[in-house]
């Protein structure tokens, strides 16, 4: 059989597998991208994410595909990655896309917004729901084609100077919080402020905010905000899955090879799937560890919960009369995150609740 009806018949998959699998990648043209990253190193989950996937895309391409990973503010700014890969600056970048909500609302939908989906959910919507289609379709308008790039689960509700007793608490309170959470915060009375995640400890630490939300007991503990704030909160209503995406330029992504295509998809799927399964293995053991160091837990009071609720509703029935592009998407999203609730009402949370009450 010609080698190029074996590769259109086996597919690639096939191709890789068999003896004729080196030829094939030999045979492909040397490409070298940068990534450009919105975490700093210290964050081995999030910034490792894209490590991961450029290591696996060199692996399946024998070494011809190669992308360079470069921390935040290593070549551009952490939250100008979105400007970086439109004009063409680099090929690729690795970031929340909430962070870019100024430029469109729209972006905050592509990742988390308040009483959204978990991370299951998430990932369903875009895999076998429109979530990934119609994200794609927006992010047409920026030169990008976005693929999944990790999630990181439900997080935690921050650090806190100060106890959060009830709602009145909020007023005035200045926190850092990622992307569109902001806007509930300030209709609820809050400060939010947009800070990369390298640059909170300082802000925390000096007094500028006066509380700050990341991800989880990983990452939260390394970047040591216990050591600054001791009241720790939960559950971060603003992210149930946070997903952060790959961003490549269009330009870059059309010139691939089909093969090469291939490989990009699969090794960024590669790390979707890695993301959320170090942070469920780190968080137990980091979360312990925290407590047993002086942290104090605490579950945000009902009124906070009811307020960020009704706040986030109202934001988004007037974002949906103003932004187009919003309500089209947000309107598939609500009718998936129906469906999931009714199921997950059953079948996860019935299980879940009975485990948790056993001492295992």
């Known amino acids: 059989m010609e080698r190029r009806s074996?590769?259109?018949?086996?597919?690639?998959?096939?191709v890789l597998a068999s003896a004729a699998a080196p030829a094939v990648v030999q045979a492909?043209?040397?490409?070298?991208?940068?990534?450009?990253?919105?975490?700093?190193?210290?964050?081995?989950?999030?910034?490792?994410?894209?490590?991961?996937?450029?290591?696996?895309?060199?692996?399946?391409?024998?070494?011809?595909?190669?992308?360079?990973?470069?921390?935040?503010?290593?070549?551009?700014?952490?939250?100008?990655?979105?400007?970086?890969?439109q004009n063409g600056s680099v090929e690729a970048a690795h970031t929340a896309p909430y962070y870019f909500f100024g430029k469109d609302e729209t972006f905050a939908l592509g990742c988390a917004v308040p009483f959204g989906l978990n991370s299951r959910?998430?990932?369903?919507?875009?895999v076998e729901g429109n979530g990934l289609k119609l994200m794609r379709e927006f992010y047409r308008?920026?030169?990008?084609?976005?693929?999944?790039?990790?999630?990181?689960?439900?997080?935690?509700?921050?650090?806190?100077?100060?106890?959060?007793?009830?709602?009145?608490?909020?007023?005035?309170?200045k926190i850092r919080i990622g992307g569109f959470a902001g806007r509930v915060i300030e209709r609820m009375g809050g400060v939010p402020q947009q800070i990369a995640g390298g640059e909170i400890?300082?802000?925390?630490?000096?007094?500028t905010i006066d509380a700050a939300e990341w991800v989880g007991p990983y990452d939260d503990q390394k970047l040591g905000f216990n050591k600054v704030a001791p009241n720790y909160y939960?559950?971060?209503?603003?992210?149930?899955?946070?997903?952060?995406?790959?961003?490549?330029n269009t330009k870059a992504y059309d010139a691939l090879s089909a093969e090469h295509k291939a490989m990009l998809e699969a090794?960024?799927?590669?790390?979707?799937?890695?993301?959320?399964?170090?942070?469920?293995?780190?968080?137990?053991?980091?979360?312990?560890?925290l407590v047993g160091s002086g942290t104090k837990l605490f579950r945000f009071p009902k009124d906070v919960m009811d307020a960020a609720f009704k706040e986030a509703t109202a934001v988004y029935a007037e974002l949906s009369a103003k932004n187009p592009a919003w309500k089209k998407i947000y309107e598939d999203?609500?009718?998936?995150?129906?469906?999931?609730?009714?199921?997950?009402?059953?079948?996860?949370?019935?299980?879940?609740?009975?485990?948790?009450?056993?001492k295992l």
């Open 333 to 358: 999203m609500v009718t998936f995150r129906r469906d999931q609730n009714l199921w997950f009402r059953f079948a996860e949370m019935g299980f879940d609740d009975f485990m948790q009450k056993q």
């Open 267 to 289: 090794a960024c799927a590669v790390a979707h799937v890695d993301m959320q399964a170090r942070y469920d293995a780190r968080n137990p053991i980091a979360l312990k560890q």
């Open 234 to 248: 939960y559950p971060s209503w603003w992210e149930g899955g946070a997903q952060v995406d790959f961003y490549v």
């Open 121 to 126: 959910q998430m990932t369903a919507w875009m």
């Open 141 to 173: 308008n920026f030169n990008i084609i976005n693929f999944l790039g990790g999630n990181t689960g439900a997080q935690m509700g921050g650090w806190y100077r100060k106890e959060i007793k009830s709602v009145a608490d909020i007023k005035g309170l």
């Open 6 to 14: 074996f590769v259109r018949h086996a597919g690639l998959a096939g």
């Open 201 to 207: 400890y300082s802000a925390l630490e000096k007094g």
């Open 28 to 85: 492909q043209a040397q490409v070298r991208w940068r990534l450009a990253s919105s975490f700093p190193k210290s964050l081995d989950t999030l910034y490792g994410a894209a490590d991961l996937m450029a290591k696996r895309l060199a692996e399946m391409s024998g070494g011809k595909f190669q992308i360079s990973v470069h921390a935040g503010g290593e070549i551009v700014p952490a939250l100008q990655v979105v400007d970086a890969v």
